[in-house]
């Protein structure tokens, strides 16, 4: 039974992207409690901050891969590596000129962003520059992830975090404090790109050979609302705290916030496990059906056993994690995690939806878009009064984005 489980191609996939880039997620929780223990709660705040700036700017980055991961999908063979290396060169060559646009407008508004967050303007710009690592980044790995290459991609993973952790820890020690943690994630996304590079280099040694990509600015246009909608909810709420709190109580809920999205970071590689398969069944529905209910079950599962302990064991959790500074806040990640929860289910099913290539009823995805970021809003906005009833607030959010999420998808159309 158990053998038959995982021979299962998405089993077996998941398998390996949920242990590699849990790892992943791992080095790059640990990346927070350092920053938390070696900051002050304040420069922790800002950072978390920044780091929601930088969820924002990787709206590029999921989009991006999620794109080329569905071309790459379709000519992953041996005999097919001459259009894979035009695939490469084509995005490459498209990513660094939005990049260098989206940065120039960018630093055009970083004085408004940094009056507004109190924020360093130097800090905010040096943010910026990890636009041109998540345009380019996620070509590589689109790649690996088409071609179902998962465990390069996760060493890719791997490699970022690490040395991510090892120089921001160093800089922070030497006095650098979160300009030093910046700098080190710029860093690290430019050596994720060369070395994801090494990971293909095998279409170094074919011609390139032209290939059509046909619908891809139609199709890409739908990847980017999509998955912009799911990470604009997901960085909302330390962007609104930290706007309507002190730097101190936002430093505070910046942990709460880590701590819920340890069940959307922890489950994603199911999700980027599953598109690359599902894309290949778009024309058997009910093949496709099975890996997305596979993929359900295994989110639930990790989901269920994380809020498990999130209810049970909360201040041994937060204590253990971040330290005593922070054991205020224990009390309610049961809250931020459930809200989290939800959320991985609508990114669930999102990506299952657009690996069908189902058309999007663009009037009523517009509202939809509008509805959620608004819900997200409204209900953060207006909850103030305490970090409890701001948690609150973000899980019922996010339960009525999933329940808008469902009636959404049901109206796309093969």
């Not at 120089?167 to 690290?188: H, T």
């Not at 289910?345 to 299952?352: E, V």
């Amino acid at each position: 039974m158990i053998k038959k489980i995982l021979s299962s191609e998405i089993v077996k996939g998941s398998l390996i992207l949920f242990l590699m880039i849990n790892f992943y997620n791992f080095l790059n929780y640990l990346f927070h409690f350092s920053m938390a223990r070696f900051l002050t709660i304040a420069e922790y705040g800002i950072l978390a901050t920044l780091m929601s700036i930088i969820y924002l700017i990787s709206i590029s980055s999921e989009s991006v891969q999620t794109i080329v991961t569905k071309y790459a999908s379709r000519i992953q063979n041996g005999e097919n590596s001459g259009k894979i290396r035009f695939l490469f060169r084509k995005f490459s060559g498209k990513g660094m000129k939005i990049a260098l646009v989206v940065f120039g407008l960018y630093v055009f508004i970083s004085p408004i962003i940094s009056s507004l967050l109190g924020i360093n303007i130097f800090l905010i710009i040096l943010t910026g520059t990890t636009v041109f690592g998540y345009f380019l980044v996620p070509i590589g790995r689109g790649i690996l992830q088409g071609t179902k290459k998962f465990y390069t991609l996760g060493s890719n993973y791997i490699l970022e975090a690490l040395i991510k952790l090892v120089l921001a820890i160093a800089l922070v020690f030497i006095g650098m404090s979160v300009f030093g943690s910046i700098f080190a994630i710029v860093i690290s996304l430019f050596a994720a790109f060369v070395l994801s590079i090494f990971g293909f280099r095998y279409i170094y040694k074919h011609d390139k050979e032209r290939l059509e990509i046909q619908g891809l600015y139609s199709y890409g246009f739908s990847v980017f609302v999509l998955v912009s909608s799911i990470l604009i909810i997901l960085s909302m709420d330390m962007l609104i705290a930290k706007i309507i709190f002190t730097e101190d109580v936002a430093g505070k809920y910046a942990v709460a916030s880590i701590i819920g999205k340890m069940i959307f970071f922890g489950t994603f590689p199911i999700s980027k496990a599953m598109f690359p398969l599902t894309s290949e069944k778009e024309n058997s529905e009910k093949e496709a059906k099975k890996l997305l209910v596979k993929s359900l079950a295994m989110l639930l599962f990790i989901a269920v056993c994380t809020l498990f302990i999130f209810a049970f064991f909360p201040k041994l959790f937060v204590l253990i994690l971040f330290s005593k500074k922070y054991l205020e806040i224990s009390s309610f990640i049961i809250f931020t995690g459930t809200g989290f929860t939800f959320l991985s289910i609508s990114n669930l099913l999102l990506i299952y939806s657009l690996s069908q290539n189902r058309k999007i009823v663009w009037s009523k995805a517009g509202v939809y878009i509008v509805f959620i970021i608004l819900v997200e809003f409204l209900f953060l906005i207006f909850s103030a009064d305490s970090l409890a009833t701001y948690s609150l607030s973000l899980m019922f959010a996010n339960i009525i984005i999933f329940i808008s999420t469902l009636f959404f998808i049901k109206s796309w159309r093969k």
